[in-house]
């Protein structure tokens, strides 16, 4: 049987809101030593906010981190899954869109978990073997 998003995914998944300040989710990221966070409202994703698009969109363009919001600073177009995709489709996803972790989204677009390539490689070792070397 092909295992599934659902057999590998992480489920209590940390998200922030768009309205956050640039500051508090660099300071979260820095406590949690996460490189990225979903980005929510309503419980649906409407966006990533990664340590990339704090150094790019925020800190190159001498943006106040205080002042700036998540929603200004992050991506939105965001690629998820769904719970019942299977691992191999979602390891080719984020080999051709270069990405490290996905959320899970449930029929009606809620975060329902997050897929990483660290989570893949407990599973997958080949498959996230793939990826990584993807992965720039």
């Known amino acids: 049987m092909k295992r599934q998003v659902r057999d590998i995914m992480t489920r209590v998944v940390e998200y922030v809101a768009p309205d956050a300040s640039i500051q508090e989710v660099a300071t979260r990221m820095k406590d949690r030593d996460i490189g990225s966070f979903p980005v929510c409202q309503d419980g649906s994703v409407v966006g990533m906010v990664t340590d990339r698009d704090l150094a790019l969109r925020v800190l190159a363009e001498g943006r106040d981190a ?68 993807e992965v720039v």
């Open 66 to 133: 205080d002042a700036t919001r998540v929603a200004e600073g992050m991506s939105k177009e965001v690629v998820t899954c769904d719970i019942d995709d299977r691992l191999e489709e979602v390891a080719a996803l984020m080999s051709d869109r270069q990405i490290r972790r996905i959320p899970v989204v449930s029929e009606k677009g809620r975060l329902v978990g997050l897929v990483t390539l660290g989570t893949l490689a407990e599973t997958d070792s080949a498959a996230s073997g793939k990826v990584l070397k």
